[in-house]
């Protein structure tokens, strides 16, 4: 029994560490992401979370909810993506 429970405790233990071992891989990629369009010069774009366009930040229809800002395409965009969060 007791050798079980140790088997268990060391699966644990590996899952925990392939699950950061992914979300750090994941981390690095994000960053190099930015880095490179920065790099290219390119201005930011952001990702309409509505219809999944990708616009200029500084042509995004800029709308902050629950603390967090949110960029759309468009007013419809972001009245939209409002409507649904409420449902
Ligand atoms: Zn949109």
Same mark, same amino acid.
């Not at 891989?25 to 290219?40: G, L, M, P, V």
């Not at 042509?59 to 419809?76: N, P, T, V």
């Given at each position: ?13 590996l899952? %925990?560490?392939?699950i950061?071992?992914f979300?750090q891989?994941r ?10 369009? @920065? @790099?290219?010069?390119?201005?930011d ?9 990708y ?5 995004? %229809?800029?709308r ?9 395409? @468009?007013?419809?965009? @972001? ?5 649904e969060?409420?449902?």
């Amino acid at each position: 029994m007791l050798i079980r429970l140790f088997v268990f405790i060391i699966l644990f233990y590996l899952l %925990y560490k392939i699950i950061n071992v992914f979300k750090q891989s994941r981390f690095i990629k994000n960053e190099n992401y930015q880095f490179k369009s @920065s @790099s290219i010069g390119a201005e930011d774009l952001v990702k309409d979370p509505v219809c999944n366009k990708y616009i200029p930040r500084s042509q995004a %229809y800029k709308r902050e909810i629950l603390g967090k800002d949110y960029y759309f395409c @468009s007013k419809q965009c @972001s009245d939209r993506f409002i409507l649904e969060k409420n449902n």
